[in-house]
T-cell receptor, first 110, second 113 residues
Framework: TQLLEQSPQFLSIQEGENLTVYCNSS?????LQWYRQEPGEGPVLLVT?????EVKKLKRLTFQFGDARKDSSLHITAAQPGDTGLYLC??????????FGPGTRLSVLP | KAGVTQTPRYLIKTRGQQVTLSCSPI?????VSWYQQTPGQGLQFLFE???????NKGNFPGRFSGRQFSNSRSEMNVSTLELGDSALYLC????????????FGPGTRLLVL
């Protein structure tokens, strides 16, 4: 059983469309991080959310941390081919090791 | 500031052999964590080293071991390789204190035949 679940597992969309991916857990996290990983490379940190209910914007990307700090979402507006990659959420539940979700593999077609 | 470097980038071994992977963290970072990434299991935490001491450990068998040197460089060793050890091995460095931002290296892709 994964501590962090992500949905959808795969997503293929056209350039210009909007999308949301989700990260859920039954555990409370003090913070959650979102990473993007491209083929052949290590994950690159996009954002860290710390406060329940927090919303952070990074250009066309909007990240939200749930009020109960058990879930998070990533919304991309007007997706571009450069957004293609594996999106991973990660965090450390209280007293436990850092864990990653299984990821959402996004493909944005031109 | 140079990023995290990992060597080698690619490696092919046969069952029963052993392998050592190396990771050089960002200058000034004292924590190095190792992860295994496979298509089936995703990213799984192996262990973390901080100031030459193992601080945390994941649920991997004793064939997986590591160490950290005084300059914070870290090595990971896998003995008696199995086919299922084929994976991308990633290391991540961080300062080792507070709410962590982990910076990942490009990984070492290991293929066990």
């Amino acid at each position: 059983t994964q501590l962090l679940e992500q949905s959808p597992q795969f997503l293929s969309i056209q350039e210009g469309e909007n999308l949301t991916v989700y990260c859920n857990s039954s555990s409370v996290f003090s913070s959650l991080q979102w990473y993007r990983q491209e083929p052949g490379e290590g994950p690159v940190l996009l954002v860290t959310v710390v406060t329940g209910g927090e919303v952070k914007k990074l250009k066309r990307l909007t990240f939200q941390f749930g009020d109960a700090r058990k879930d998070s979402s990533l919304h991309i507006t007007a997706a571009q081919p450069g957004d293609t990659g594996l999106y991973l959420c990660a965090g450390a539940p209280h007293g436990q090791n850092f864990v990653f979700g299984p990821g959402t593999r996004l493909s944005v077609l031109p | 500031k140079a990023g995290v470097t990992q060597t080698p980038r690619y490696l092919i071994k046969t069952r029963g052999q052993q392998v050592t992977l190396s990771c050089s963290p960002i200058s000034g970072h004292r924590s190095v964590s190792w992860y295994q990434q496979t298509p089936g299991q995703g990213l799984q935490f192996l262990f973390e080293y901080f100031s030459e001491t193992q601080r945390n450990k994941g649920n991997f068998p004793g064939r997986f071991s590591g160490r950290q040197f005084s300059n914070s460089r870290s090595e990971m060793n896998v003995s008696t390789l199995e086919l299922g050890d084929s994976a991308l091995y990633l290391c991540a460095s961080s300062s080792g204190t507070g709410v962590e931002t982990q910076y990942f290296g490009p990984g070492t892709r290991l293929l066990v035949l």
